[in-house]
């Protein structure tokens, strides 16, 4: 396929756009509101006046999240007396995009606030029935300097339209288990293996093979540095060059992709990850095992490890990634167009993602990132983290995420998921060649984006 084919015609492009995901599943959005966001002298702004009888509060918010954290949002803002009520509803994760979806087909049905997931935010941001937070009566522009550049990016659409407010976001590193290392005889301390490994010392991909044979040696086999080549080594280096396989116009599956799978493929050649899936019983007793003595993931796996995993909580250390910062998952909150309370939706809206009050109601008891960087100003950034032995972590997801490079969502990025993925199981379980993988995903991908629009 020459050079020229990857690139979609604008009009093709938003020919595509307009006709939707086809056989892709759509981002998901989250229902509430709040307070005001802060005045220019850092004060906190009037809140617009709801509808009062006598002292009964009449507007009440639907507010749309998959995640139960969800509720300290509802709780805080209640509590602020702003004129509204948020009432929480815990939506199962798909249910949260596609009954979003549903409602804008049918024109009724949806919240006032929604959450969105950072994969299928491509199909909001192409695509009518969320407000653009940058038209009146919002002013959204105004928090543009103060959130995450890429973030931004991620929730406007090509014609400058902001349809989702960044919320949280996933800086990531190279995570590692100090009790196994020293056990192995291996450097514990955050800043030895920074330097052994990590792109603030310049050190690439190669530095972390080699580290990764030490563990491998030096456990006679038996323990190994990650579990999964394709989660940890491919995920990773991936996203480095910003989510998602889509540069404005372009398909980028072969550029962005084949050094990744090269790298996923030569590190299982190795035997240097312990092969065993992320997320399932497999990982957790690999886990309880010692089988992995470290990942390569986002600061969102602190929730789950600790609730989980609380035999090892604080013998976790992380250090900046190989080669470059990058950022893996996050969400976004909207205002869909049906709502009958924009202006008290855009209030809690403002105080929940753009106030350093309402991004830490939820990080401090949850380690949810915030991608709004003035909450980062707060001292808990600079305090130790008991989960990570006393590391000043928060500092250091708060610098990867200033560093992160930007691209664009589309609304084909699930159907890309999903073929390359299928791609990189034959690589990784068949032993395909991973630049011939990465050819037939970006044929396949043309043709499927192509298919789903007649």
């Not at 249910?95 to 929604?114: E, V």
């Not at 909150?333 to 403002?350: T, Y």
């Not at 995420?401 to 199981?425: F, K, T």
Request: hydrophobic content about 40%; some cysteine.
């Amino acid at each position: 396929m020459g050079s020229n084919d990857k690139a979609l015609s604008r009009r093709r492009f938003l020919r595509f756009a307009a006709a939707g995901l086809g056989a892709a599943s759509v981002a998901g959005v989250l229902a509430a509101c709040g307070a005001a966001a802060p005045a220019a002298d850092g004060t906190a702004a009037e809140a617009p006046k709801a509808p009062e009888e006598g002292n009964k509060v009449v507007v009440e918010l639907d507010f749309w999240y998959w995640d139960g954290s969800g509720q300290l949002w509802a709780d805080a803002y209640n509590k602020l007396n702003r004129g509204a009520k948020v009432n929480f509803i815990n939506t199962p994760f798909a249910d949260t995009h596609d009954k979003l979806l549903t409602s804008f087909a049918s024109g009724t049905g949806a919240p006032d606030i929604a959450a969105l997931e950072i994969g299928r935010i491509g199909g909001f941001t192409a695509k009518g029935g969320l407000a653009d937070l940058k038209s009146s009566p919002f002013d959204g522009s105004k928090y543009e300097a103060d959130m995450v550049k890429y973030k931004w990016t991620q929730g406007s659409s090509e014609d400058g339209r902001l349809v989702a407010m960044p919320w949280d976001i996933g800086p990531a590193g190279v995570w590692y288990r100090t009790d196994v290392m020293e056990k192995l005889g291996l450097p514990t301390e955050p800043e030895a293996i920074e330097e052994l490994i990590s792109h603030t010392k310049g050190k690439t991909w190669e530095d972390f093979f080699a580290l990764s044979q030490q563990v491998k040696e030096k456990s006679g086999g038996k323990v190994k540095m990650v579990a999964d080549a394709a989660t940890d080594i491919y995920g990773g280096a991936l996203r480095q060059g910003g989510e998602g396989y889509f540069e404005g116009m372009k398909l980028m599956i072969e550029e962005k992709a084949t050094r990744p799978a090269q790298l996923a493929a030569d590190y299982r050649k190795q035997e240097l990850d312990a092969n065993i899936g992320w997320w399932g019983a497999d990982f957790a007793a690999g886990v309880k095992n010692d089988a992995f003595a470290g990942m390569v993931i986002a600061c969102w796996m602190q929730s789950g490890l600790s609730r989980d995993q609380p035999q090892v909580n604080g013998k976790w250390r992380v250090v900046p990634a190989p080669e470059a910062s990058y950022n893996w998952g996050g969400s976004f909150c909207a205002i869909p167009e049906q709502s009958k309370n924009q202006e008290m939706a855009w209030d809690f809206l403002q105080w929940a993602c753009c106030t350093a009050e309402g991004q830490n109601t939820v990080f401090k008891p949850t380690g949810i990132f915030p991608a709004y960087k003035p909450a980062w100003a707060d001292p808990l950034y600079d305090e130790p983290v008991e989960f990570f032995g006393g590391q000043r972590a928060y500092r250091m997801w708060a610098n990867i995420a200033d560093n992160v490079a930007s691209i664009s969502r589309s609304p084909y990025d699930l159907q890309a998921d999903d073929i390359v993925n299928a791609e990189m199981a034959k690589v990784m379980k068949e032993g395909k060649d991973p630049v011939q993988a990465m050819k037939d995903a970006e044929a396949a991908a043309l043709k499927a984006i192509e298919g789903s629009t007649n």
